[in-house]
């Protein structure tokens, strides 16, 4: 049974109803937007299943249909007609006449169709308009009908207000359970007659620019997916290593993420996010908490080798990792490390004993001069121990110092040392591995570094960073999450390797982007956050601190105890059935789903799932081509349940998922034009694409095998990408 089937309450001719829009059944829903036409938070991913004709520019209180069914599809229950509603402005936010004006249209609009009328607290998210005041102006509105001021009528149609938060249901079903027609008709015609100035607010707060800690754009459930991903990655890695003949190999090797988006986008937030979450115990995973260690890559990039200081960083960030949870361990690490150095360090050791040796001979052979025959403590005596000690002592001295450099390095904390050991050894990759394998058991637990700002990076540093871990770190079982954007990167490849350009790249898939293939098992973009955007700009004009995390802490443990036992299928009926009746709810549960689509068990059913598209993958595609298809389809699907779509597995729309992670995959330069300009689609597979394409794409725009995957021409393969599509995607 729905929320709203039992929770309702009455004012007047309208109806107040604890539960979702979307599932109250209602003939005419209305949707908040703001005046450019942007839909307003918590809508956006409701309405992937509808083509909308979103207007570009609309007037305060304005309605327009935005969909209307077909009569001749068959579809699943739901409203036969959306309204948008144009009740935010941006950088204003909403006022009540706005809404009651929107309210009285939208009444209208919805009398001439016939049936019922469904609404939210329209303006009470980026209008940030009091829950009270919505209410007000949308019964003020609907009992109007536009008629002149000083007349009002009850509405024509039933009329229900859709409420997701149980307080506020309590307050309004509470406040106005006993309200009367007349009541609300005097109220909003006292309004009408004395309307108070209303003026745009000036004065903004100031905000600091530093990464976020408390979740407002949904990223925390996105960090979550990652999180359970790495782990079982790690599992998996461990797993298929357990047989290799070298026992040190038999831990897995290394496991690289990359976290692409442009300067701003908040990849430091999500990295922050992933930490956190990483530092927790995961019982569903079976994992304890991993290290986490953090590497700013534009703080060191000026001191070489680059690999150098990440060593640095792996030991000393584990160690105080350590300490905040496994003190025992913390020294333990620490001692062993002592003793690596101190055996580093025998040439130095043997040096100082060969002095010792030197010294004591001569003492004994006479060379002190007056010693031997028992003027100690004459000038003469002194003067010739003096000068005998020097000549012994400097060389000796000088010989053990040049014997030391070859083992200072472990000794030194900066990369001078580093540098003197590489030159002074003939084989010092080979101790750096040893010893950094060495460390990670030490450690005894998973390790995972975090490296943000990279492409803040000069092209040879990035280079020469992303290397090391490939070829000199990759047999060590270390998972490395980076966070950069993705051309910043491409570029520092093709730069560094610009002579072999015209050999290996190819339209929308240049030198570089082989390269990031080679480097990354996974790569993928920020979630849209087109949701929840509005409300994150109407907050930080309004206010300088962030909202708290109690509430959605309250939901998701409530949300474990509920359905944390049931089988993962059981699960995903229930969310989709009932995902909520408040934000921090809907979230919550919709989590629980979301990391449950990035296990293991979920990726063998992606496997099937992904089946017909085999042959849309080229001729012959390689193992790591297809390795890198399931690991980002399986992210994808996860995002998209995190943002509330396809939650009942429809096999269209995950087909429409598969194909663009195809094109993305393939032509990763083709994928981020579409992903700006979406419109474009419609040039693939034409004779003459429209003006204004990028040259280095336009070939692309005529490929068979781009046209394949965007036509979804394969057996079994159901859909094609579409322009709508596009827009909605999950992932960029």
Same mark, same amino acid.
């Given at each position: 049974m729905a929320a709203q089937e039992s929770a309702t309450a009455h004012a007047g001719p309208v109806e107040v109803v604890l539960g979702d829009l979307f599932l109250g059944r209602d003939d005419v829903v209305v949707i908040p937007c703001s005046t450019s036409g942007s839909i307003a938070p918590d809508f956006s991913t409701r309405l992937v299943d509808y083509t909308l004709d979103m207007p570009r520019r609309l007037e305060p209180g304005q309605v327009v249909r935005a969909w209307e069914a077909d009569g001749k599809v068959k579809r699943r229950p739901g409203p036969t007609t959306i309204l948008l509603a144009a009740v935010v402005v941006?950088?204003?936010?909403?006022? %009540?006449?706005?809404?009651?004006?929107?309210?009285?249209?939208?009444?209208?609009?919805?009398?001439?169709? *016939?049936?019922?009328?469904?609404?939210?607290?329209? /303006?009470?998210?980026?209008?940030?308009? #009091?829950?009270?005041?919505?209410? @007000?102006?949308? =019964?003020?509105? =609907?009992?109007?009908?536009?008629?002149?001021?000083?007349?009002?009528?009850a509405p024509s149609l039933p009329v229900k207000i859709y409420v997701r938060d149980q307080a506020q249901y309590d307050q309004l079903s509470n406040q106005y359970l006993t309200w009367s027609l007349e009541d609300v008709s005097e109220s909003a015609g006292e309004e009408d007659k004395a309307p108070a100035p209303s003026w745009p607010v000036e004065t903004v707060p100031t905000h600091t620019d530093g990464? +976020?800690?408390?979740? #407002?754009?949904?990223?925390? /459930?996105?960090?979550? !997916?990652?999180?359970?991903?790495?782990?079982?990655?790690?599992?998996e890695e461990t797993r298929n290593s357990k047989h290799a003949p070298d026992p040190q190999a038999r831990r897995g090797g290394a496991f690289i993420l990359h976290l692409h988006a442009p300067w701003g986008a908040g990849k430091t937030s999500v990295l922050n996010f992933l930490a956190a979450e990483l530092r927790k115990d995961d019982p569903a995973a079976d994992a304890k908490r991993s290290v986490v260690v953090d590497f700013n890559a534009w703080r060191h990039q000026r001191i070489e080798p680059p690999w150098w200081w990440l060593m640095r960083a792996l030991y000393s960030g584990a160690v105080r990792e350590l300490d905040t949870f496994d003190r025992r361990r913390a020294l333990t690490v620490r001692i062993r490390e002592w003793i690596w150095r101190s055996k580093g360090g025998w040439p130095g050791y043997l040096a100082l004993v060969l002095v010792a040796?030197?010294?004591? &001979? +001569?003492?004994?052979?006479?060379?002190? *001069?007056? %010693?031997? @025959?028992?003027?100690?403590?004459?000038?003469?005596?002194?003067?010739?121990?003096?000068?005998?000690?020097?000549?012994?002592?400097?060389?000796?001295?000088?010989?053990?110092?040049?014997?030391?450099?070859?083992g200072r390095w472990v000794f030194?904390?900066?990369?001078?040392?580093?540098?003197r050991f590489i030159a002074n050894t003939s084989d010092p990759m080979r101790v750096v591995q040893e010893h950094l394998a060495d460390l990670t058991q030490w450690i005894h637990h998973d390790i995972v570094v975090m490296i943000d700002d990279l492409d803040r990076c000069k092209s040879p540093y990035v280079v020469e960073l992303l290397e090391g871990i490939q070829t000199l770190f990759r047999e060590i079982p270390v998972t490395y999450v980076v966070a950069a954007d993705r051309d910043w990167l491409a570029d520092s490849y093709a730069s560094e390797y610009a002579t072999f350009g015209s050999l290996a790249g190819e339209p929308g898939r240049p030198v570089g982007y082989l390269f990031l293939e080679k480097t990354f098992q996974i790569s993928t973009g920020l979630?849209?956050?087109?949701?929840?955007?509005? +409300?994150?700009?109407?907050?930080?004009?309004?206010?300088?601190?962030?909202?708290?995390?109690?509430?959605? #802490? %309250?939901?998701?443990?409530? +949300?474990?105890? $509920?359905? *944390?036992?049931?089988p993962p299928d059981d699960v995903r009926r229930e969310v989709a059935r009932n995902q909520g009746s408040s934000v921090a709810e809907v979230q919550a549960r919709r989590e629980l789903v979301a990391v449950e689509m990035v296990s293991e068990r979920a990726r063998v059913a992606d496997t099937h799932t992904l089946e017909p598209f085999r042959a849309l993958l080229g001729d012959d595609p390689n193992p790591r081509m297809?390795?890198?298809?399931?690991?980002?389809y399986g992210?994808?699907?996860?995002? #998209?349940?995190?943002?509330?779509?396809n939650l009942d597995n429809d096999e269209t729309h995950e087909q429409q998922t598969a194909l663009w992670t195809i094109l993305t995959l393939r032509w990763p330069k083709l994928g981020a034009y579409l992903a700006r300009c979406?419109?474009?689609?419609?040039?693939? *597979?034409?004779? $003459?694409?429209?003006?204004?394409?990028?040259?280095?794409? &336009?070939?692309?725009?005529? $490929?068979?095998?781009?046209?394949? !995957? =965007?036509?979804? @021409?394969?057996?079994?393969?159901?859909?094609s990408l579409t322009v709508n599509g596009i827009r909605f995607i999950a992932l960029r």
């Open positions: 941006d950088g204003v936010g909403s006022k %009540a006449e706005w809404v009651r004006s929107a309210a009285a249209r939208a009444a209208r609009l919805a009398s001439d169709r *016939g049936g019922t009328l469904g609404l939210p607290l329209l /303006g009470s998210g980026a209008g940030v308009l #009091e829950a009270e005041e919505s209410f @007000n102006a949308i =019964v003020a509105g =609907v009992t109007r009908q536009d008629t002149p001021p000083a007349v009002y009528s990464p +976020a800690v408390v979740d #407002e754009l949904g990223r925390q /459930g996105f960090a979550k !997916v990652l999180a359970r991903r790495i782990r079982d990655a790690r599992t040796g030197l010294v004591f &001979l +001569a003492w004994r052979a006479g060379w002190f *001069g007056g %010693a031997g @025959n028992q003027e100690l403590f004459s000038p003469a005596t002194f003067k010739g121990f003096v000068v005998t000690a020097a000549a012994i002592i400097t060389p000796a001295l000088t010989v053990w110092g040049l014997l030391h450099a070859m030194s904390t900066s990369a001078r040392g580093a540098r979630p849209q956050v087109r949701d929840r955007i509005d +409300a994150f700009w109407g907050r930080i004009l309004r206010s300088p601190s962030v909202p708290g995390e109690a509430d959605l #802490e %309250a939901a998701r443990t409530a +949300a474990a105890s $509920e359905l *944390g036992s049931l297809m390795k890198r298809l399931v690991n980002a992210i994808a699907r996860g995002i #998209e349940t995190l943002q509330g779509v979406p419109e474009r689609l419609i040039d693939i *597979g034409s004779d $003459e694409p429209k003006p204004g394409i990028p040259s280095d794409l &336009l070939p692309l725009f005529t $490929e068979p095998d781009v046209i394949a !995957v =965007v036509k979804g @021409n394969a057996a079994n393969v159901k859909t």
